[in-house]
């Protein structure tokens, strides 16, 4: 449970129940199964950019791939009713979009997260894919605004700062603050650390709250 979330939502207590057009998605228990299909997945995204078999064994792999497609296609369901993102127990809250992260902090004062890329997030020589960056950063932005008891909102920029090579295979930390509200308006920034303390990459960002009927 993360510091200052409420149990059953993972979002502060007091939290301005303000969604403008966007769904309501409720937290998942899709049983224990959907933990180890998304660890698998993850492993397997990891083989999939790196491994190097003979053409028997990707035509092999590729059978296999296609009958996990044949089981799952039946299953297929609209956006919220899937256990991705909704499961906020499991890394990345169970999507496999996400890199792997954790919360350890939801307050009013900030978010915190702990995060481990790998194989699959390389852009070269074994560093962490410079696009993958905002990604995390726009989802620290988004559960910070749940944090500090703002409306639902959507990021209307969102700008990066590289400082240093981002490794894979390290636990990471990402931090995340308000640092201004006007009206609608939330200006955001953020902070991405190795475990010596070292920057990384920093962002910032605004946020600005949906209307009524805004998606």
Do not use: C
Not at 47 to 62: E, H, K
Not at 96 to 108: A, I
Not at 147 to 174: C, E, G, Q
Request: aromatic share 8%; net charge negative; charged share 20%.
């Amino acid at each position: 449970m993360t510091e200052g979330a409420s149990e059953a939502t993972g979002k502060s207590e007091g939290f301005i129940d303000q969604h403008g057009g966007f769904p309501r998605f409720e937290v998942a228990d899709p049983g224990p199964g959907f933990g180890r299909f998304l660890e698998g997945m993850r492993r397997l995204q990891d083989l999939a950019v790196s491994a190097n078999p003979d053409s028997d064994t990707w035509d092999d792999a590729a059978d296999r791939v296609e009958e996990l497609v044949k089981l799952l296609k039946p299953f297929e369901a609209a956006e919220g009713v899937g256990p991705a993102i909704r499961v906020p127990s499991l890394p990345g809250a169970g999507s496999l979009l996400m890199p792997p992260w954790t919360v350890t902090k939801f307050s009013p004062e900030g978010v915190e997260m702990e995060v481990e890329f790998s194989r699959y997030h390389v852009g070269g020589n074994y560093a962490v894919h410079g696009g993958v960056l905002p990604l995390l950063f726009d989802q620290a932005f988004g559960m910070l605004i749940h944090a500090v008891n703002r409306p639902m909102s959507r990021t209307a920029y969102l700008h990066v700062d590289y400082r240093k090579v981002t490794p894979i295979d390290t636990v990471l930390t990402a931090k995340a603050h308000v640092t201004e509200v006007e009206g609608r308006k939330t200006f955001v920034a953020a902070e991405l650390f190795d475990p010596e303390g070292n920057l990384l990459a920093e962002a910032n960002g605004l946020m600005v709250s949906l209307l009524p009927g805004q998606p």
